[in-house]
């Protein structure tokens, strides 16, 4: 099966984002008062941002939304390929069979010429729609996650949280892995389906 373009990016480039946003963006870190205590022991644990790209309803919601609106413009690149491409061979045709004066030939290939240009245009055009959309849904994420472990941490007290994702974290102890819980958590948390456009 042939795998388009967009789907990928749609796919990959929220991980890759998600991870980015997270090193661009400040962490939550709380200000410390002129009275405040390093505590003498430092309470970390971690989430598998894997486990909440395949189990946290609204990204795998919206993962879905943004699959098929890649696919819907796979699917009109694709077909407004193939019709200028029939075009195309169509005109090349009768120019080897001498059906047009040197006039016509030029005005069509100059036809087919921009319509491959407006082609270009849209496949960029509708490329930078769903860049945009999934950068929006990075941040909703993002933001629905730092949201909720700052709520989730007022009971914990977590020194840090880490997320961990592939192999960044070289080693970490199952006992510290609240990924489940926190997974419920905004399940729970979680209103409902996203608003389609």
Do not use: W
Request: positive net charge; charged residues 25%; hydrophobic residues 35%.
């Amino acid at each position: 099966m042939k795998r388009n373009i967009f789907g990928v990016l749609a796919v990959s480039a929220f991980a890759v984002l998600f991870m980015a946003s997270c090193n661009k963006s400040q962490p939550n870190v709380e200000p410390a008062s002129a009275n405040a205590k390093v505590p003498a022991e430092l309470k970390i644990a971690y989430v598998e941002v894997d486990s909440i790209m395949t189990q946290y309803t609204f990204a795998k919601e919206y993962s879905k939304i943004l699959e098929k609106k890649s696919q819907n413009i796979q699917n009109t690149l694709a077909q407004k390929g193939q019709a200028l491409q029939a075009a195309a061979a169509n005109f090349q045709q009768k120019v080897q069979q001498n059906a047009y004066t040197r006039e016509q030939a030029e005005a069509i290939q100059a036809g087919l010429q921009k319509q491959n240009n407006d082609l270009q245009g849209l496949q960029q055009r509708l490329g930078n729609e769903l860049q945009e959309e999934t950068n929006k849904y990075n941040k909703a994420l993002h933001d629905s996650i730092a949201h909720y472990l700052a709520v989730y941490n007022k009971d914990k007290k977590y020194s840090i949280i880490f997320s961990k994702s592939g192999d960044n974290l070289l080693y970490a102890d199952k006992a510290y892995d609240i990924t489940n819980e926190v997974i419920a958590g905004l399940n729970k948390a979680y209103k409902g389906k996203p608003k389609k456009d």
